[in-house]
């Protein structure tokens, strides 16, 4: 029998606020455990919540990338569970009238791109952390992330295996990132993905049973455990067994999921209106606001790309991976004016260079307005590709600037015609073997040639001249 995976994402997306979402409290990652968890996010007799309106503006800002519904007023629900690390025995968030309903992403995989429905995003505030590691037989908590506001960014179904998630989470992340709603740090729990996986037959048009992976907070991992979440169920199914509905977690180490829990439904969490919080109304002027300080979004930039430098959709894609790499991008190529050469270097040997000294192109030791130089080096005949990667090399290190380089190191291109037909000859007649070679057929004689005439000119001459020189001399 042929299988399909059926996948649904919920991702935990920390809201870029300098406090809680209900309290003055910091959200400053890296406190000492229990020092930013004040008397309203522990819920202590006699406080009342008071909604962070930042955390609002950003939930309207997302709501504007993925063309959602905002609604105008919504509630805030208290979530009844019980759990070491929430301190009130509840959590509240939004559940019948969420602030974001109905947006939808797109998402390339290979050349097939997919738009992905978003059902909801809901505001809500984090719990606390369970700490396993640092106690022998014991379990410590930590309340600091208690009070820390999220926005919940609900998918439908729409995804049919492990790449189309990735696809989806990735792009969601650089979506995030690129409003400055969320600073997209997954290490620190900034952006925490829940994949919803179930399977059925091919053809089938009811769901399976579906098993919640909790807490991923990595691509490679969400691909890992999809992956082994949906063998799991259909060797389950094809042994006659049944896949039961739970919460599971995913053990990087050993490379599978293990149950946590029994997954609740709705009902078990008991939802009511908090009646601490009044409800959430936005009007138009608020929304327009916002409208007015959002950035050209990653597809409508990655469209211009295509037709304003002339880039092929690849490209446009890698180059607005990120607001920074865009950014960068930009300045180069309106720069220079070479638009696919300035893709070429910026995705090519930049890229390479940040990612061996593992650094964000926002800490490049190449400032934009030098790379664009060396292009134009590049375009104008003065450097050849070769020599280009020379002074790359000296920029990288720190050596100064783009023609300062070409002079102190004596690198600028021989592009003189006489200059060139001078070596040349002088090449062909130290080398008659590899010149009678040539002339009897043997293509690599020539190659050999070209070698002894850049060899001659220490890398300088210009190629493509080389070759028209060389070839007329011979014929």
């Known amino acids: 029998m042929q299988w399909e995976t059926v996948i649904g994402l919920e991702v935990h997306t920390q809201l870029s606020t300098a406090s809680k979402i209900f309290s003055a409290a910091s959200t400053a990652f890296g406190a000492a455990p229990n020092t930013q968890a004040c008397a309203v996010d522990i819920a202590l007799p006699g406080v009342l919540p008071v909604l962070n309106g930042e955390a609002v503006r950003k939930a309207i800002r997302f709501a504007l990338a993925v063309n959602a519904t905002i609604n105008r007023r919504s509630i805030f629900a208290r979530k009844n569970y019980f759990y070491p690390d929430l301190p009130k025995g509840y959590q509240i968030s939004q559940y019948e009238l969420p602030v974001v309903e109905r947006g939808s992403l797109k998402i390339s995989v290979g050349e097939t791109e997919k738009v992905i429905r978003i059902t909801r995003a809901h505001l809500e505030e ?34 049919r295996g492990a790449e189309e998630a990735v696809a989806y989470a990735r792009t969601l992340h650089t979506l995030v990132t690129w409003i400055g709603i969320c600073d997209g740090n997954m290490q620190e729990g900034s952006f925490r993905v829940d994949a919803n996986v179930s399977v059925r037959p091919h053809g089938q048009a009811e769901l399976g049973t579906r098993c919640e992976i909790k807490n991923l907070n990595s691509f490679r991992f969400l691909e890992a455990a999809i992956r082994y979440e949906a063998r799991r169920q259909i060797e389950l199914i094809e042994d006659g067994g049944t896949v039961r509905q739970e919460t599971r977690l995913y053990d990087p180490d050993k490379g599978e999921t293990r149950t946590m829990r029994s997954k609740e439904d709705a009902h078990d969490y008991r939802y009511f209106p908090d009646p601490d919080l009044l409800p959430l109304e936005i009007g138009d002027d608020w929304i327009e606001a916002t409208r007015a300080q959002m950035p050209e979004l990653p597809e ?12 092929p959709a690849y490209d446009a894609a890698v180059l607005t991976g990120s607001r920074e790499l865009a950014a960068y991008y930009e300045a180069v190529a309106s720069a220079c004016g070479q638009g696919k050469l300035a893709a070429n270097w910026v995705m090519g040997e930049l890229s390479g260079a940040l990612n061996k000294a593992d650094l964000g192109i926002e800490q490049s030791p190449v400032p934009a307005a030098q790379l664009a130089q060396l292009i134009t080096r590049i375009h104008d005949g003065t450097l050849s590709g070769k020599l280009a990667k020379q002074v790359f090399e000296a920029l990288w290190a720190g050596a100064g600037k783009v023609d300062a380089i070409i002079d102190a190191q004596g690198l600028r291109q021989v592009s003189n015609s006489a200059e060139i037909e001078a070596i040349v000859e002088q090449v062909l007649a130290a080398n008659q073997k590899s010149v009678e070679e ?21 890398g300088r001459a210009n190629p493509a001249q080389v070759n028209e020189v060389l070839r007329k001399k011979l014929a």
């Open 126 to 159: 984090d719990a606390g952390k369970s700490l396993h590691e640092d106690f022998h037989g014991m379990t410590g908590i930590d309340l600091n992330r208690a009070g820390t506001p999220l926005l919940e960014i609900v998918s439908e179904p729409d995804m």
């Open 300 to 311: 409508a930039m990655q469209n211009r790309f295509q037709q304003q430098y002339g880039l």
């Open 438 to 458: 040539f002339r009897a057929g043997k293509e690599k004689a020539f190659n050999a040639l070209v070698g002894q005439v850049m060899k001659a000119t220490k």
